[in-house]
């Protein structure tokens, strides 16, 4: 198939967003079909390049920034993005029509014109993987109210919706919250878990050994640290344990939080965390090869539901972990069920403090635990399912 894949997160981002994109168009280009993705580059002095590499095409298109900014800014920017990727295509001689299929990610909430164009003049399927649920989840995290400016991004995201022919959630817990846009004749609403395709151990620019944490059982976190995540009862726990010497905690990321939790580690004088700056995604698995465990935070307050990317870069790379999660979120279930790590939903520091010494404790932490983490990420996280249940959705009937 000739398919068009839009998405706001690629590398050289370093998010898990950016990352599962990679693979996933890696994995549509190794499976035989045309592929084309289209991306924003806010820092390239270029108006547009095109990479081309194996039978896939990228397509990177200078547009105003959208991460790192202001929520105005942001919002802004995100406004223009699908008429500057557009632009883009055209300038790039890429045409608007002859796809057989159009995929796009989200978040952003704001790729609905430029999909309902490559649809239309096309006439082919189109598909949608949703990984975020905006912006019912800035209401839950007190971003937002109600008001003018809920209304406005509800509008919005109802136009995504209204031009996919199937929105892949990433668990089962969310798909009542799209029930009554299913019931719309044509359309299809599934599971699409989240993937990730094997990682070689390479080397990383981190090397615990030559930093405080040198000899220690190393808990590690990567990843953006923002509101999202809720994680100052981390913080919390690291300060309770700073009289266990054979521990220590790594942060590994960025986000609107970073700098104050290392201002707050700084303050209490704890030696038993460190924190460093994002990585490239290349060098994670070498990373997480020197840890012990991983932790994961989602801020209780969510009342939608996903399974993260870097969940799975913790399976893959055999890490039990240590998580803080919202109620009901499927997650939960699947952590106790596949014996992968110790959960909790909402609590605070004193709570993973406990969660954390019985993984400590556990002799199966660091051989079964390890195993059943990996054998979790192959049997339901790869790729290559994740790419025919795609296609599959794009190949029925129009």
């Not at 949608?128 to 406005?152: K, N, Q, S």
């Not at 094997?198 to 220690?216: E, F, H, K, Q, Y």
């Not at 059982?217 to 913080?235: E, H, R, S, W």
Request: glycine share 10%; hydrophobic share 45%; charged share 20%.
């Amino acid at each position: 198939m000739r398919i068009a894949i839009v998405a706001d997160t690629f590398p050289p981002i370093r998010i898990s967003g950016a990352v599962q994109m990679r693979d996933l168009v890696r994995e549509f280009a190794a499976q035989g079909h045309e592929t084309t993705v289209i991306v924003p580059a806010a820092s390239q002095p270029q108006p547009w390049t095109v990479e081309r590499a194996s039978g896939l095409t990228v397509l990177r298109v200078r547009t105003p920034p959208t991460k790192d900014v202001n929520y105005v800014r942001r919002t802004l920017n995100e406004m223009r993005l699908p008429h500057a990727l557009g632009r883009g295509m055209r300038a790039a001689g890429l045409p608007l029509s002859g796809w057989e299929g159009v995929v796009w990610y989200s978040p952003t909430i704001f790729l609905g014109p430029l999909v309902r164009r490559l649809r239309r003049a096309s006439g082919c399927r189109s598909y949608l993987i949703l990984r975020d649920i905006f912006p019912e989840w800035a209401v839950d995290m007190g971003l937002m109210g109600r008001g003018l400016p809920y209304r406005f991004f509800k509008w919005i995201e109802a136009g995504q919706y209204a031009v996919a022919d199937t929105i892949g959630v990433q668990c089962e817990a969310n798909l009542a919250y799209l029930a009554p846009w299913a019931r719309q004749p044509g359309r299809t609403l599934e599971v699409l878990e989240n993937w990730l395709s094997p990682a070689p151990v390479a080397g990383c620019r981190i090397d615990l050994s030559r930093t405080p944490l040198a000899n220690r059982k190393i808990f590690v976190y990567t990843g953006n640290m923002g509101v999202a995540q809720g994680m100052d009862p981390f913080l919390d726990m690291v300060a309770r344990m700073r009289e266990r010497h054979e521990v220590g905690f790594l942060f590994v990321g960025r986000g609107s939080e970073a700098a104050r939790f290392a201002a707050e580690a700084g303050r209490l004088g704890l030696d038993n965390v460190v924190f460093h700056d994002e990585i490239e995604p290349e060098e994670i698995p070498g990373l997480l090869a020197q840890c012990h465990a991983a932790m994961l935070a989602l801020d209780p307050r969510h009342t939608s539901h996903n399974i993260p990317g870097k969940f799975l870069t913790y399976m893959q790379a055999g890490l039990p972990v240590l998580a803080r999660i919202n109620p009901g979120n499927d997650l939960e279930k699947l952590i106790r069920a596949e014996g992968v790590g110790r959960v909790c939903t909402g609590g605070n520091g004193a709570t993973l403090l406990g969660l954390a010494e019985e993984l400590l404790a556990d002799p199966a932490t660091g051989g079964a635990a390890r195993d059943r983490a990996r054998g979790l990420w192959e049997r339901r996280f790869s790729t290559a399912t994740a790419v025919r249940q795609i296609v599959a959705s794009l190949d029925r009937a129009v």
